[in-house]
Nanobody, 116 residues
Framework: EVQLVESGGGLVQPGGFLRLSCAASGFTFGGYDMSWVRQGSGKGPEWVSTISSLGGSTYYADSVKGRFTISRDNAKNTFYLQMNTLKPEDTAVYYC?????????WGQGTQVTVSS
């Protein structure tokens, strides 16, 4: 059974930073592209970033390019999203997902709130 567990969300002021983690189990983590997806209140899901299975390629939505960095540690079955220079419009529940884009399996999500 695929399990994805996000952590690291919280309340941060505009301009601040957070690092999200996603611990994966139940599948061969190193064989999958992995993504971050977010969903703001009352909005549809938005793809944020994807990293290839071995970490050699990364992709970002224009809205986060230059501010967010995706990475992974296949030895730990974990991947990350470093979020810098956060903006109020980054406020959302962030989900990790298997695969590219919106993915096919999501975790339970972690809330990120950017507010002064």
């Amino acid at each position: 059974e695929v399990q994805l567990v996000e952590s690291g969300g919280g309340l941060v002021q505009p301009g601040g930073f957070l690092r999200l983690s996603c611990a994966a189990s139940g599948f061969t983590f190193g064989g999958y592209d992995m993504s971050w997806v977010r969903q703001g209140s009352g909005k549809g899901p938005e793809w944020v970033s994807t990293i290839s299975s071995l970490g050699g390629s990364t992709y970002y939505a224009d809205s986060v390019k230059g501010r967010f960095t995706i990475s992974r540690d296949n030895a730990k079955n974990t991947f990350y999203l470093q979020m810098n220079t956060l903006k109020p419009e980054d406020t959302a529940v962030y989900y990790c997902a298997t695969g590219y884009g919106l993915g096919s399996n999501w975790g339970q999500g972690t809330q990120v709130t950017v507010s002064s």
